[in-house]
């Protein structure tokens, strides 16, 4: 853009000859040469030709001090990164008008953006002046926000000692204090943030959002607390949502499910038009074996518009299928068109469609999907492993993951499915290498430490190695039952009964596994139990009738 300056002059010596000369000496028409250069100034910004378009605007400026020329200037400088033009020119506006509060406040936007902090005190003050003068109720709220113009300042610290200095005056006010814990917070100074957001509550008891803030300051140190304060603000303000929702979400992290599932579903009813709302309820409720809840409440999420129905869809064909709705899952799965949940539907649907007999449409689907990306690469291949497994072929389903394999040979989900396969069939040296190579990548992979560390207990070896494999796995997952199921068949296998019955009686309250059931069975019977054994056995046949660890399990004590 360099070389347009020349040209610049150029025309303009051409098109004005007289130019330095007095208006009445020359004759010049001023309002037309104006016109002409503000037309000049425009063309040229619009055509990308920033520095000629700053030319014309900055002599327009010089010649003509009129204060909107000038603001218009500034505007340009800043846009084409001359800043300390810009200032200048902000400078001369409020020299040309003192009392312009548009000039100040473009003059402490661009101190802002040229980080020149120490200059804005005066200026600021100013401006919060006249904007609680102008309009006390507007400036309030605006308060809110005042942190926004600082949002690209790195010296966040910097920032919360300016705030320090010009927000005394408003301190009666709730935003204020809520300005400051956003500075806080901003500056990595929580206790100051939780002080002044504790401010804010004091002098506005019932503001959610100084609430919500409040607690998730608290939640960082202290979770259990913060779920404390937010249930007793939500007890005394009923109809704070926000509130209610933080409250829900801090339930979920704290793993406290049942409390989150219940206030989801209370949520629910009270916002029935919600997304945010509604989905976690539905997950909640799922994952509680709660399908009709779950179904309703994606049911009625897919009313709603404007939102992304692919999950829905899914997950409404994975409950359908659960249910032996086979077609209405089809079509569900069909409705889903893409994202990352496309390659499981198309999945999930080549296997009902090989259970409906349509082998050659099953396959004929799975041709047809494309994997963009690794992941939905890695899909289809597990897909493509699970449509023969379901046929009955597990050394045809492992070749299809040792070929997807071959493509991506670091890919967790793929390993740890072939090892698991490999297992199946007995191919335990491959097992282990698939497993070992997965934890190279992961190492803090619970399931693969689960899996080698049961592995190795099931088949009665290296019991030390696979005490600390389960270890590790139960730090990393201390509630997953089947890694509980894993540690108390270790203990089995080494002789400690009591230790064992223990860890499994944990794991079946857990989850009601028919595997766990036939672990727990076989302790209770070596440790003389046999007609609690029996009634457990009988209990997980009536539920899971083809599970064929659980029945061989009871054959070996009841032939």
Do not use: C
């Not at 605007?57 to 846009?79: G, N």
């Not at 997950?315 to 299928?321: E, R, T």
């Not at 203990?491 to 860890?503: D, S």
């Not at 302790?523 to 029996?534: K, S, Y």
């Amino acid at each position: 853009m360099r070389r347009l300056r020349p040209l610049f002059a150029l025309s303009f010596a051409l098109a004005f000859p007289a130019w330095a000369a007095p208006p009445e000496a020359s004759g010049e028409d001023l309002l037309g040469r104006t016109v002409f250069q503000v037309l000049i100034g425009e063309l040229a910004l619009r055509e990308g030709a920033v520095d000629l378009s700053l030319q014309a605007w900055v002599d327009l400026a010089q010649r003509t001090r009129d204060p909107k020329v000038i603001a218009r200037a500034a505007e340009i400088a800043s846009y084409a990164g001359n800043n300390a033009l810009a200032l200048q020119l902000v400078r001369q506006w409020q020299a040309i008008e003192p009392d312009s509060v548009e000039a100040r406040r473009v003059q402490i936007t661009l101190l802002i953006q040229t980080r020149q902090l120490d200059a804005l005190p005066e200026l600021l003050t100013a401006q919060l002046a006249s904007d609680n003068a102008a309009d006390p109720e507007a400036f309030a709220s605006s308060l809110l926000h005042l942190n926004r113009m600082f949002v690209r300042v790195p010296e966040k610290a910097a920032v919360l000692r300016l705030l320090d200095q010009v927000l005394p005056p408003y301190l009666g006010l709730p935003e204020a204090h809520f300005a400051l814990a956003q500075g806080a917070l901003a500056a990595s100074d929580e206790q100051r943030a939780l002080d002044e957001a504790g401010a804010a509550l004091r002098l506005k008891p019932g503001w959610e959002t100084a609430a919500v803030l409040q607690a998730k300051l608290l939640e960082r140190r202290a979770p259990a607390q913060a779920i404390d304060f937010l249930k007793g603000f939500t007890k005394k303000y009923p109809a704070a949502q926000e509130a209610r929702l933080a409250l829900a979400q801090m339930l979920v992290a704290g793993k406290r499910l049942d409390e989150a599932r219940g206030l989801y579903l209370q949520l629910a009813r009270d916002f029935p038009e919600q997304p945010a709302v509604l989905y976690p309820a539905a997950l909640l409720a799922l994952q509680n074996d709660d399908r009709s809840t779950g179904q309703q409440l994606l049911e009625q999420l897919l009313q709603l518009p404007a939102i992304d129905k692919n999950n829905i869809h899914y997950l409404l064909g994975q409950i359908a299928q659960e249910a032996g709705q086979l077609e209405t899952a089809l079509e569900h799965f069909r409705q889903v068109n893409g994202g990352e949940r496309l390659v499981p539907a198309r999945a999930r649907s080549a296997i009902i469609l090989l259970n409906q007999n349509k082998r050659e449409e099953a396959l004929a689907l799975l041709h047809a999907t494309s994997g963009r990306t690794p992941a939905e690469k890695s899909q289809l291949f597990l897909a493509q492993a699970q449509l023969l497994r379901e046929e009955g072929k597990e050394a045809a389903a492992l070749d299809a993951l040792l070929v997807g394999l071959k493509q991506l040979p670091d890919d967790v989900d793929l390993l740890y499915d072939a090892a698991l396969t490999a297992e199946r069939l007995g191919r335990y040296a491959d097992m282990e290498r698939h497993l070992r190579h997965l934890l190279s990548l992961q190492p803090e992979h619970a399931h693969a430490l689960n899996a080698l560390g049961y592995s190795l207990a099931d088949r009665n070896l290296r019991l030390d190695e696979a005490g600390d494999l389960l270890l590790r796995a139960s730090r990393l997952a201390p509630e997953d039952p089947f890694i509980m199921d894993s540690l108390g068949w270790l203990q089995y296998r080494q002789g400690k009964l009591n230790e064992a019955l223990q860890t499994l009686r944990r794991a079946f309250q857990l989850k009601g596994d028919p595997e766990i059931a036939a672990h727990l069975g076989e302790v209770l019977w070596q440790l003389g139990q046999q007609d609690e054994a029996r009634a457990v056995w009988q209990n997980a046949l009536k539920r899971s009738p083809g599970n064929t660890t659980l029945q061989a399990t009871v054959r070996k004590f009841q032939p």
